[in-house]
Structure formats: structure tokens, C-alpha cells
């Protein structure tokens, strides 16, 4: 398993960013929209100019040519979806499917006739036959979303089919070859559920060959200002609204911002304000950004009654994260934690 830390060290980064950003573009899926038969896929560039996205798109661009199994992990809305998409249009099977599974929303009892298909009077209201998704990502990705959702009973059925690479669907005599990649993704921390014995140690040396980490957006503050640049024009041209201007201050408020909800925040924010504006001007009291966001739970300052040890430390992880602005990097180390411990601290005061 190659770990981003690893990659860092390997030749990979001969590839210098610039480089490599100019290579990719070359490539024509890099910017273009991409549709086919498993999801419409528009492909937009990753984009970023931190160290921590330039060695992100040097792994992406090393492995380009392969097909390889990645498990991409991070906070909610770092662009691991976005990612994946990436990943998928710049290898040899991008003219083929690429197809999501949400493995946090597929009822069990569904799950094998969406995986598998079934064949025609297999049973009762069974008219014709169906194809699953694994049939019908023949040649292209299969995208594991929420991989860390996936029930412990329906693991081991995955697992044989990427060990096999075939299925036999509901009802059909025969077996059917796969050929897919496999990319998943989770914001949650799979070691750990391993040890609880809620996800499968096989199923995770299988999808990961190569883990690929997003630090959330408060570990890689430069990336916000290209990302807020690249939104304000796509989001106004998207909703058909000229592009706003930001004054300085409310600039400099947008950069600030600890944006605990990541690119995904930003967007949602920018979109606001692009539909809200005012004579296409941006004030710093427009923003109306939240700043008690940056504190995840309401915890009462004075409590008449004498508090739990978990109380005070819940209080405590909370004035270190504001202390250190909302970097759970810089929190982690004062706590004397790891960024994943802190993550599901964090979790849990949600
Ligand atoms: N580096 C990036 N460049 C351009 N857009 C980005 C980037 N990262 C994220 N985005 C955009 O931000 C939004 C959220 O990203 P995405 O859905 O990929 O996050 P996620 O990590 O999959 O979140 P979740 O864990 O909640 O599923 C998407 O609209 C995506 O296109
Ligand atoms: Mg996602």
C-alpha cells in the first residue's frame, strides 16, 4: 500500500507541478464533458496551488496509465467524488462506465439484484432481465462511495467478486466476467472500524492499493482563493448572473473563513451570494458567514451542575479548535492527538 507520504518520496514528484498541470490539460477529458452510460460525468480540473493538491495530481498523474484499486479519504466535500471522476476520465477506461454505488443508500435487500442483475422470471414480477451495475461498469470504474457504509453482511459479497472477478447473476446459470477499476472513498476512519470488526480487513487491503488522503481546506489555506476565483465566474455563468465583485474586506473575510464544510461550503456560500447581490457588489455584511460554525456543538459556557470528564474535554477540544482558527492539524498537535482521533471527537459532538 502507498501511502501519499510515500509517493513523496518516490519519483513521482521528478514531475514538477507546473509540469504536470500542463501535461494534464493536454489531455482532452482533463476539461471537457464527459457523458456515458453509468453517470454523466463533467470533468473539471482539481484544482488548488498548495503543496498538499501539486503532490495529490503528481500521484493522480503517475498512476494514470494504471488500474490500480484507490481509496481516496478525507473530510466531507474535499472533492473526493471529484477526484475519483478525475482519476477515472485520465486512464485507458475513460471511454467507458463510470459508475457510482453509494453503499450507504443501497437497501440490503436490493442490494445483490442492483449489483448482480437478474435474468428474466428468476422471480415472481422479474419480466426481463436485468443487468447490474457490475455488468454494466464492464471496461470502466466502479465508484464505492461511502465505502465505510457498507453493512458487514453485504461485504463479503463484494469482496468475492473483486477477488473472482466474476458474479453469477440472481437467477442465471452462468457466471459473468467483470472487468472494472475500483476507486472508493470515505470521510471516516476505516482502521479504526477494522479493529471495532465493522469493516473487513480483506475488503480493505483490496481497495486499498493506494491510498490518496484530501486535507480538509483550513490545512491548505492558498487552495481557497483559486477555488473562490474559479466559483464566483462558473457559478455566475452556471445561474446566469453577472459575476459579483468582492470588496477587499469582504475578500479578505472569504479567505479568513475556517470553512469546516470545505469546498463544498465555499461553493454553497459563493452560489448565495451570487444570486443575493446587491448592485453586483459584495460587502464584508453580506457575507453573513457563521462564524459560530467554527464551534461544532452549542456546549452551555456555565453549567449550574458539576461536569462529566467528557464534558470538560468536549469543551476543551472546542476552545483548542477555535484557539488554533479551526486548523485540525494545528489543534491535533496541541491536543497531543492525531488528526484522525480528533476527526472523530469531532464526530461525535456533531
Ligand atoms: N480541488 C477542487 N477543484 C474544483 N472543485 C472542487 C475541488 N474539490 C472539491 N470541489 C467541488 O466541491 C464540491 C464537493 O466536492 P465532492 O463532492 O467531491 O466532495 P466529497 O469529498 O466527495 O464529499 P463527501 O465526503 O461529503 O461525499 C463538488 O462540487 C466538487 O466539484
Ligand atoms: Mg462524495
Known sequence: MLSLEEQESSQCLVVGAYAMQAALSTIPYFSKPQ???????????????????????????????????????????????????????LSPRKDK??????????????????????????????????????????GGTIFLDEIADLPLSLQPKILRVLQENEFRPIGGNERVNTDIRIIAATNQNLEKLMQEKKFREDLFYRINAMEITIPSLNERREDI??????????????????????SAQARQKMLDYPWVGNVRELK?????????????????????????????????LVSPTLKTLEEVENEHVVLVLQAARGNRSKAAKILGIGRRTLYAKLGKLR
Do not use: W
Request: charged share 25%; proline share 6%; with cysteine.
Open 97 to 138: 462506465p463510470f459508475v457510482v454505488v453509494n453503499c450507504a443508500n443501497i437497501p440490503e435487500t436490493l442490494f445483490e439484484e442492483e449489483l448482480f442483475g437478474f435474468k428474466r422470471g428468476s422471480f415472481t414480477g422479474a419480466d426481463h432481465d436485468k443487468p447490474g451495475l457490475f455488468e454494466i461498469a464492464f
Open 268 to 300: 454553497n456560500v459563493l452560489e448565495r451570494l451570487i444570486l443575493f447581490a446587491k448592485k453586483g457588489m459584495i460587502e464584508e455584511e453580506d457575507l453573513a458567514l457563521q462564524e459560530v460554525r467554527q464551534i461544532p456543538v452549542s456546549i452551555p
Open 225 to 246: 482563493e483559486i477555488l473562490m476565483d474559479h466559483y464566483l465566474n462558473a457559478l455566475s455563468d452556471e445561474n446566469q448572473k453577472p459575476k459579483p465583485q468582492l
Open 35 to 89: 457523458a456515458n452510460r453509468g453517470s454523466a460525468i463533467t470533468i473539471s480540473p482539481f484544482l488548488g496551488s498548495s503543496e498538499e493538491v501539486q503532490k495529490i495530481l503528481s500521484v493522480v498523474y503517475c498512476i494514470k496509465d494504471s488500474s490500480i484499486s484507490v481509496l481516496l479519504t478525507g473530510p466531507s466535500g474535499v472533492g473526493k467524488d471529484h477526484l475519483a471522476r478525475l482519476i477515472h476520465s
